[in-house]
T-cell receptor, first 113, second 114 residues
Framework: SQTIHQWPATLVQPVGSPLSLECTVE??????LYWYRQAAGRGLQLLFY??????ISSEVPQNLSASRPQDRQFILSSKKLLLSDSGFYLC????????????FGQGTRLTVV | AQTVTQSQPEMSVQEAETVTLSCTYD???????LFWYKQPPSRQMILVIR??????QNATENRFSVNFQKAAKSFSLKISDSQLGDAAMYFC???????????FGAGTILRVKS
């Protein structure tokens, strides 16, 4: 069966510090991968998505970047965090060329102080 | 660009009653997929129901059903016999066939009163 791991679950970082959130998927190959951000009580904003290794599409210009160094690994990064980067970050995957729903990780609550 | 609109920020329903959550979307595609997700306080995203645009029949899953109006680009969720456990934020989402972007609406908070 397929599983998705996202860590850490909670993170408190000072302004100006770097960020690295990791997401890995098991039990499938060549998934489409997504990073979303959810502000408190708000909707899901698509940040990045990837259809393959090294292929990243950015949806919103911002202080963040994403990378996909391996087929089932998706990383969200920042060189210098801003207060506005605080939020709940969700990683998701969709099976390659399949009309199925997205499966989500448990999320990371990031607080920038 | 595809957009998904949920015009109801918050809804309330009495336990055992029926409630309908609204969703409209904008796309120029003819083949796509629509989803309703539930996000309880744990913030785990849970799929409620899925609809393929090429299917005319509305999807149903137990107490959950949709009213899919392709021409009107409308995709509402009906919850029958509401239960306290249905209280959550509900998101409508769109994905193009074999498409890469999965786009969500702003969400509707559903409160269930006992």
């Amino acid at each position: 069966s397929q599983t998705i791991h996202q860590w850490p679950a909670t993170l408190v970082q000072p302004v100006g510090s770097p960020l690295s959130l990791e997401c890995t998927v098991e039990g499938t190959s060549n998934p489409n991968l997504y990073w979303y951000r959810q502000a408190a009580g708000r909707g899901l904003q698509l940040l990045f998505y990837s259809v393959g290794i090294g292929q990243i599409s950015s949806e919103v210009p911002q202080n963040l970047s994403a990378s996909r160094p391996q087929d089932r690994q998706f990383i969200l990064s920042s060189k210098k965090l801003l207060l506005s980067d605080s939020g709940f970050y969700l990683c998701a995957w969709v099976r390659f060329r399949a009309e199925t729903e997205a499966f989500f990780g448990q999320g990371t609550r990031l607080t920038v102080v | 660009a595809q957009t998904v609109t949920q015009s109801q920020p918050e809804m309330s329903v009495q336990e055992a009653e029926t409630v309908t959550l609204s969703c409209t979307y904008d796309t120029s595609e003819s083949d796509y997929y629509l989803f309703w997700y539930k996000q309880p306080p744990s913030r785990q995203m849970i799929l409620v129901i899925r609809q393929e645009a090429y299917k005319q029949q509305n999807a149903t899953e137990n107490r959950f059903s949709v009213n899919f109006q392709k021409a009107a680009k409308s995709f509402s969720l009906k919850i029958s016999d509401s239960q306290l456990g249905d209280a959550a934020m509900y998101f409508c989402a769109y994905r193009r066939e074999y498409g890469n972007k999965l786009v969500f609406g702003a969400g509707t908070i559903l409160r269930v009163k006992s």
